[in-house]
Every structure is written in structure tokens, then in C-alpha cells.
């Protein structure tokens, strides 16, 4: 009798803990690589189709004043990760680009990741397609708290072609074919065709990963799903070439927008999108200046057409104009996102940390400062939700900081911000001047004193390790 009844409890706890479970929503964060702020057809585009992001935008809510954190893939998908600012990161040393070479990475004792908090709320959690916060051991996702990883961990286009086609470095080591890895071990090294195909088995795996979370564990589930092919080389596969009229960039955009729409038909098919909530954004803004070494290394693959114009100004690898930083996004979440509406309220990536936290139920550390912010009320439209950041910073990977969003405000700084002085600078009103063309700081003196005191402000707060 008391085996039975012993029984019958573990069951119950079981049921409980499963029912609990299915209350919290499902994420998915949609994190593309180096896809500029109008190159998606619901943002403006006119020479790249994306069907399927559009009516993910339809369902949903495009953010209009969405940052990413950084100007380049290491340091902006570390504070996403975090709620971080890049320079906060490993205890203030800063993680810049990696390469196969590098030695760091993420260190885990340090940091506290998304993915750990949601992991202690009963999350399954996974990541397909690209890392870039360390190759080595004990730095790969599954030590960050992702169950499962199926990607490459750092860019298709740090290969042995690269260094001029050479594949030579100053300390005479040759840079080794892409690694696949799953989970902590390589699986195969990849040639360029082979890259070309890891677009379609990331988004297989990824609709596996869904498939096993909702039917065999029975768990709600965080997956990134971080693309490769938008970043060079543009390689995609075989029968989805020369469909764009923005050339091979254009390609690796329109497949990756045919991704979520398998994607989204996973989650019809499986029917769980009404509690599932996805995050459509990019980790920096697009490449935008011809590079002959990629061109020489990749041919139509790396090519760059300067004159397609933006409607922002610059691009991926800086972080004062909002080229490098400002970035499509698109959320979802039925019944709490109202369908087809825009928000213009200035956010940033870290903001999904703290939101998905507040959203799974887990507890913010406190240990630390945390730059992300809760944005539910923006997401929901709320009456009278504004932005939660009296300021947006852009910041160099190790510290240095080069602009400040404030309202429709921006100040830029030349060389970085100064504490002493001696800073040339320039004011833009991004509400009538979007492509930062015409400096006004000289018709606007109190506005600038008014951006230089948070920008002291913001530095003191990054040096001391204190709350913004």
C-alpha cells in the first residue's frame, strides 16, 4: 500500500511540475548575422523578399529603435547573453572578435547566461548555427547552459582560404577548415560546400530540438537559432542561388527568411505558437564597403555593392552611427503582443535577457549589474509604456564609448568620449534626420551638456562596475 501510494505521489508531482511547465511560453530567438536595419521587406526593402518575416511581423510587433549592443558579432552576442554591456563583460576585461587562434572566450565563472536562469526554471534549451564566444572546450554553449549545440563556433569565413587566399598567419599556422561541432565535439570540418549546406541541417535540427522538447520532454524550450549564411561568404544551398535581385547577400537573406517559415510551420504543425514567443533581430548592422581579400577568396560570395544604398548611415564594425547598431526586430507572442503594431521606443538587445527571465519566472542576479530591462509593458502596448533606458550607449568592445541615443537624440563622438575634454563631436535629431547626414550640436549647446552628463555618468557607472 505504501509502495502504491509512494507511486501515486511521484505521479502527481510529475503531472504538476508538467502542467506548470506548459504554462510558461516557449522561446525562440531568431539571431541574425550582420543583416542591416532595411534589408527585410516589412523594414523598406526593395531588392530582397522576406514573405515569411513579413507575416511574422503581421502577427506581431515591429521594434523601429532596436539596438544591438555592439557593431560586430563577439561583444553583441556576449551582452546579449548576458544583459550586459560588452564592456562589463569577464569582469570588466571585455571579449572582442574571436578567431581560431584565440585563447578566450566566455568565461562561465564569471558570467551568468539567459540560458542557465531558464534552465533552473525547468527550460530545455538548445543553440543551432553559429556560437562565436569561444572555440575551445570550455567555452562552447554547453557550458553556458545550452542542452544541446549543433553549429560552428566561430564565422564561415575565418577558414584557411582567408589571409588573402593564403591561409597564413604571422605565426606561420594555418587557419583550419570551419569545425562542426555538436555539443563539445567536432563531427566534421568543412570545406566550402559543406558550408553551403549547413544552412538547411541547422534549421532540420532546430525543428528536431522543438519536436523532442514538446513531445518526448514535455518541457517548454529556449532555441537560438543563429544563421550562418547572411554572413560571409553567402553561401547557400544548392538550388537557391541568383533568386535575389540584391545578388548573393540577397540569397542568404531570403533563405534565411524560407528558415522561419519552417520554423513557424513547426510550431503550427506541433500546435504550440499561441504559447510561443520569437524574437526576430541581428547582432550588428551589414557590411556595406567592398573588402577584396573576401571578393578574392569568395568571388560573388564576398562581394559588397557600395552603392546599395541604406537608410542608415554606415555599417557593421562601428558603433557610433546607427548603421552598426540599429537593426530590424520583430516579436511575437499571441494574446500578448498585439497583432501588426510598431514600436519606436528606443530598446537593446540585453533587453531580452531580463525579459525572458521575468517572463520564465526566474531571479535576476543581484550580484551584478544588469543593462537589460524589462520591456513586457512595450511588448504588451500598454498605455503609456515608454523606454526603460534613460540612454542608449554604443560602447567599444573593451570600453570607449562612442555615441548616445537619448530620445531622438544622438551624440557621436569622433575618436571616443573624454572625460577631460578635448571630445569632437557631432548631434544628430534622428527624428528628422534618420541617416545622421547634418550635425546640429552648434544650434544645440544645452542638449549636448545635457548627452555629455549622462555619457560621464555612464562611465563612471562601467569603470565602477555600478547599476546605469
Not at 581579400?293 to 546607427?322: A, I, M, S, W
Request: charged content about 25%.
Amino acid at each position: 500500500m505504501k509502495k502504491l501510494l509512494f507511486v501515486i505521489l511521484v505521479l502527481s508531482l510529475q503531472i504538476f511540475a508538467n502542467n506548470i511547465y506548459a504554462q510558461k511560453p516557449n522561446i525562440i530567438h531568431i539571431l541574425a548575422d550582420d543583416v542591416g536595419f532595411d534589408d527585410l521587406s516589412c523594414f523598406g526593402s526593395k531588392d530582397i523578399s522576406t514573405p515569411n518575416l513579413d507575416a511574422l511581423a503581421e502577427q506581431g510587433m515591429k521594434f523601429t529603435n532596436f539596438y544591438a549592443p555592439h557593431g560586430t558579432c563577439t561583444p553583441s552576442r556576449a551582452a546579449l547573453l548576458t544583459g550586459r554591456y560588452a564592456p562589463r563583460v569577464n569582469e570588466g576585461k571585455g571579449l572582442y572578435v574571436l578567431f581560431p587562434h584565440s585563447k578566450t572566450g566566455l568565461e562561465d565563472e564569471m558570467e551568468v547566461t539567459i540560458t542557465e536562469l531558464l534552465k533552473e526554471q525547468g527550460y530545455k534549451t538548445g543553440l543551432y548555427g553559429k556560437w562565436h564566444l569561444g572555440h575551445l572546450p570550455q567555452y562552447l554553449p554547453c557550458v553556458h547552459g545550452f542542452d544541446e549545440f549543433l553549429g560552428i563556433p566561430y564565422p564561415n569565413d575565418h577558414g584557411p582560404e582567408r589571409i588573402g587566399n593564403s591561409g597564413w598567419r604571422p605565426n606561420g599556422v594555418s587557419d583550419p577548415a570551419i569545425p562542426l561541432i555538436e555539443q563539445a565535439q567536432v563531427i566534421k570540418r568543412c570545406d566550402n560546400n559543406d558550408l553551403a549546406e549547413l544552412p538547411a541541417l541547422f534549421t532540420r535540427e532546430a525543428c528536431k530540438f522543438i519536436y523532442r522538447s514538446v513531445k518526448e520532454d514535455k518541457k517548454p524550450f529556449y532555441l537560438q537559432y543563429a544563421n550562418i549564411e547572411t554572413h560571409t561568404p553567402w553561401f547557400v544551398p544548392k538550388g537557391f542561388e541568383g533568386q535575389s535581385k540584391a545578388a548573393a547577400y540577397g540569397d542568404a537573406v531570403e533563405y534565411l527568411d524560407r528558415s522561419v517559415g519552417i520554423i513557424m510551420n513547426t510550431l503550427k504543425r506541433l500546435k504550440i505558437e499561441d504559447n510561443t514567443i520569437i524574437v526576430f533581430s541581428s547582432d550588428n548592422g551589414p557590411l556595406i564597403y567592398k573588402d577584396e581579400e573576401l571578393e578574392n577568396c569568395y568571388g560573388k560570395f564576398g562581394f559588397t555593392d557600395p552603392t546599395r544604398k541604406h537608410v542608415l548611415r554606415e555599417g557593421k564594425y562601428q558603433e557610433r552611427y546607427d548603421g552598426g547598431i540599429r537593426v530590424s526586430c520583430i516579436m511575437t507572442w499571441p494574446n500578448n503582443i498585439p497583432a501588426g503594431t510598431t514600436c519606436d521606443e528606443p530598446v537593446t538587445a540585453m533587453d531580452l535577457f531580463t525579459t525572458f527571465a521575468n517572463v520564465a519566472g526566474a531571479k535576476i542576479p543581484t550580484d551584478r549589474p544588469i543593462d537589460g530591462k524589462d520591456i513586457q509593458n512595450l511588448m504588451r502596448q500598454e498605455e503609456g509604456a515608454v523606454s526603460p533606458h534613460k540612454a542608449i550607449y554604443g560602447y567599444r568592445a573593451r570600453g570607449g564609448l562612442m555615441s548616445v541615443r537619448y530620445q531622438n537624440w544622438k551624440l557621436v563622438f569622433k575618436k571616443k568620449y573624454n572625460a577631460e575634454g578635448a571630445n569632437e563631436m557631432f548631434l544628430y535629431d534622428l527624428g528628422n534626420d534618420l541617416g545622421e547626414t547634418t550635425d546640429i550640436a552648434a544650434q544645440h549647446p544645452k542638449v549636448v551638456k545635457q548627452i555629455l552628463k549622462l555619457a560621464q555618468e555612464a562611465e563612471k557607472a562601467i569603470h565602477e562596475g555600478k547599476e546605469l
